[in-house]
């Protein structure tokens, strides 16, 4: 990475680091230049990719965090300031999936959900944009999904709701705070390989439900969410805020 897209000197927080697209993110923005905080609850995973990062030839903190507890996503935003100093990227990326027709839900899954995916972001987000005030300016990228732009035959309302309300949160934080320099988008990926969606898409039905709602035909390569996290995580992206960026082979063109 050169130029606008560098993040030199800049520290990064990644929450739901410990794999999938999280531990992508971490290593994406070492590449890039930054040091990274990578946060998650499960600590030999979390330690795995801190390893990756340090073999970037970066700085790198992992603190296992819980975000739907509002005093661990502030002691993750402390620990950042504190070891690294300061916040400059928040990758807002922790998250749940539970799918399943809504007349059967459970509801306690539900809930945890809901706690994990949108309350949990929100926590974090204010912990790190009140250090950002502080320091001057970031840039928050909240990990939305396609899903809370269009639907697919695999029934997900629960997950579609969490994910449409972060880009609700997003629009308004990035309102209140554009006056003091951080900048607040989200990210919307289509589907992916990860832990999350491998269940689905080793499902032969469930593969075909994916291929068949993705105009592009095909499940993305992590690699093409780097470019975007990048443009919105840097200064590659200076004017841009309260922007959802879809990253889904089209899924929820309109």
């Known amino acids: 990475m050169t130029g606008a897209f560098r993040l030199d000197g800049r520290v990064a927080v990644v929450t739901g680091a410990s794999s999938g697209l999280g531990a992508h993110f971490a290593v994406v923005l070492a590449r890039a230049g930054a040091d990274v905080v990578v946060a998650a609850r499960r600590r030999e995973m979390l330690d795995a990719v801190a390893d990756a990062v340090l073999a970037e030839g970066r700085r790198c903190l992992a603190v296992p965090t819980d975000v739907t507890d509002p005093a661990q996503g502030a002691a993750l935003v402390d620990a950042a300031v504190d070891e690294l100093g300061g916040v400059h990227v928040l990758v807002n990326n922790a998250g749940t999936g539970y799918g399943g027709r809504s007349e059967r839900d459970d509801l306690t899954q539900t809930a945890r959900l809901l706690e994990v995916n949108l309350l949990g972001a ?35 309302a629960a997950y579609s709701a969490s994910k449409a309300g ?26 992916f390989s990860s832990e999350m969606t491998a269940p689905l898409l080793a499902h032969e039905r469930g593969a075909a439900s994916v ?8 499940v993305g390569r992590l690699d093409e ?30």
């Open 122 to 156: 929100y926590y974090v987000a204010v912990a790190a944009g009140r250090a950002m005030i502080a320091g001057g300016g970031g840039s928050i990228v909240n990990v939305s999904s396609a899903l809370a732009l269009a639907t697919t035959d695999v029934p997900q």
């Open 166 to 191: 972060m880009l609700g949160m997003t629009r308004d934080l990035a309102r209140q705070w554009a006056r003091h320099g951080v900048r607040v988008n989200a990210l919307a990926p289509g589907f």
């Open 211 to 218: 291929h068949a709602a993705t105009p592009l035909g095909r």
């Open 225 to 254: 969410l780097d470019g975007p996290l990048l443009l919105l995580a840097s200064d590659a992206g200076s004017y841009i805020t309260g922007t959802t960026l879809g990253v889904d082979g089209g899924m929820a063109m309109h």
